[in-house]
Nanobody
Framework: QVQLVESGGGLVQPGGSLRLSCVAS????????WTWYRQAPGKQRVLVAS???????TYADSVKGRFTISRDNDKNTVYLQMNNLKAEDTAVYYC????????WGQGTQVTVSS
C-alpha cells in the first residue's frame, strides 16, 4: 500500500518561510498529479495547491503568489514552498494524489505566530 509522509512543518514568525516535503512510497509517483491540502483548527480541510503530471500548477487564491508547489520525480517527492507566511496559514498540511486514491498521511503542523 502506498504511504505518504509529510514533513517540514514548524513554528515560524509572520513573514517567514517554510518548505514542506511529501514522500510517496511505491512506484506511483510519476504517474500521478499531486496536491497539498490544509486543515485549520475547527475548519474543513481545503485544497491549497495542485501540480499535474505535465507540471501545470494551480493555487488557492489565499496563497497565490506566496506558495509554490513543485515535484521531484527522482525522489518521489512533492514540495510546498511557503513564503511570506501569515497567521491564517496556521494549519496541518497534507499531501495527496490528485484523484484522492491514496489514504491521507499524518500531515505536518505549520504554526505562524510571533
Amino acid at each position: 500500500q502506498v504511504q505518504l509522509v509529510e514533513s517540514g512543518g514548524g513554528l515560524v514568525q509572520p513573514g517567514g518561510s517554510l518548505r514542506l516535503s511529501c514522500v510517496a512510497s511505491g512506484s506511483i509517483f510519476r504517474s500521478n498529479g499531486w496536491t497539498w491540502y490544509r486543515q485549520a483548527p475547527g475548519k474543513q480541510r481545503v485544497l491549497v495547491a495542485s501540480i499535474w503530471i505535465t507540471g501545470r500548477t494551480t493555487y488557492a487564491d489565499s496563497v497565490k503568489g506566496r506558495f509554490t508547489i513543485s515535484r521531484d520525480n527522482d525522489k518521489n517527492t512533492v514540495y510546498l514552498q511557503m513564503n511570506n507566511l501569515k497567521a491564517e496559514d496556521t494549519a496541518v498540511y497534507y499531501c495527496r494524489d490528485l484523484i484522492g486514491s491514496i489514504p491521507w498521511g499524518q500531515g505536518t503542523q505549520v504554526t505562524v505566530s510571533s
